[in-house]
């Protein structure tokens, strides 16, 4: 297959790009300022913000799918803008297109949501998100709009650092206990996001991770697995804070997990803290023949 990734040089995109070429895929990544360091693929700069960039990219490529990851949270052009360029150049191509969205498209009034409720963000990202899912379920009606969530990776992501960090002392901050989320683990979501590209899917999945937890005490999984100090994590409440956001927002990904191959691990399961090998019995030393 010829596969098109948007946001390659992303921390999910790197995923999608290394699972992707192992498994044999021809791949083009996008980059904004500078290529990812993954051998295989070839690396395009692409500016989500020029539509002749967009067209042109895709046009180069000719792919058979195409996956968006690319995301600005403080802009718009990009994660609303952008995302609809995608989309278009896409379907003018004919090229089946998965996009990632977010659990930021809601605003946590009814806590737990299946595929079918209708976004209401709260923030400017949430809405730019909700936007570029608008259009994109009008422009390319057969994609797949892949909603998740936090996204944790074996120490490369965002909030793994910011775990770190605080428990340190290097930043400031509290971890809410009151945030609840459904964090995924980004090779469980490539994987994923991989085998939508290749099925049938169309519409919204929601494509999340088994466990719902607060950000403390995803805080908590994440220093026990890297062996930190739990009790050195600072917590609140979102709450007490005046913090804009939603608080508690849970994917029900239940339908999904029926439809893939994948599995979405919850937190509790592949941040369980990581087990030294067993050590081996030694072998004998070899004896010579008696003298």
Same mark, same amino acid.
């Given at each position: 297959?010829?596969?098109?990734?948007?946001?390659? +040089?992303?921390? &999910?995109?790197?995923? &999608?790009?290394?699972?992707?070429?192992?498994?044999?895929?021809?791949?083009? $990544?996008?980059?904004?300022?500078?290529?990812?360091?993954?051998?295989? $693929?070839?690396? &395009?700069r692409t500016d989500l913000r020029n539509p002749g960039e967009v067209e042109a990219t895709v046009g180069e490529v000719r792919p058979t799918a195409v996956i968006n990851t690319a995301y600005r949270k403080s802009d718009w052009a990009t994660t609303a803008d952008g995302a609809v360029r995608v989309a278009m150049a896409a379907t003018g191509r004919g090229a089946r297109l998965v996009h990632v969205s977010s659990d930021a498209v809601f605003s946590g009034a009814r806590v737990r949501y299946d595929e079918s409720a209708a976004p209401d963000p709260t923030t400017p990202y949430g809405a730019a998100k909700a936007a570029a899912e608008t259009a994109i379920r009008l422009? $390319?009606?057969?994609?797949?709009?892949?909603?998740? +969530?936090?996204?944790?990776?074996?120490?490369? +992501?965002?909030?793994? +650092?910011?775990?770190?960090?605080?428990?340190?002392?290097?930043?400031?901050?509290? &971890?809410?206990t009151d945030d609840v989320r459904c964090p995924v683990h980004v090779s469980d979501l490539a994987a994923a996001l991989l085998e939508l590209a290749w099925s049938d899917h169309t519409g919204v999945r929601h494509v999340a991770g088994a466990d719902a937890v607060s950000r403390h005490e995803l805080g908590v999984l994440i220093a026990r697995r890297d062996g930190l100090d739990p009790s050195t994590l600072p917590a609140g409440r979102r709450a007490d804070a005046g913090v804009p956001g939603p608080s508690d927002v849970r994917l029900d990904s239940s339908a999904i997990r029926r439809g893939l191959r994948t599995a979405l691990r919850g937190a509790r399961d592949f941040l369980a803290p990581r087990r030294p090998a067993p050590s081996l019995p030694r072998p004998a030393p070899l004896r010579g023949p008696d003298r």
């Open positions: 297959m010829n596969l098109l990734i948007f946001g390659g +040089s992303g921390f &999910l995109g790197g995923e &999608l790009v290394r699972q992707a070429t192992a498994s044999g895929h021809t791949v083009a $990544a996008t980059f904004a300022s500078r290529p990812g360091d993954q051998a295989g $693929a070839t690396w &395009l422009l $390319a009606p057969t994609a797949v709009i892949a909603r998740t +969530s936090l996204i944790i990776g074996d120490g490369g +992501s965002g909030h793994e +650092s910011l775990v770190h960090d605080l428990s340190t002392g290097r930043r400031d901050g509290v &971890l809410f």
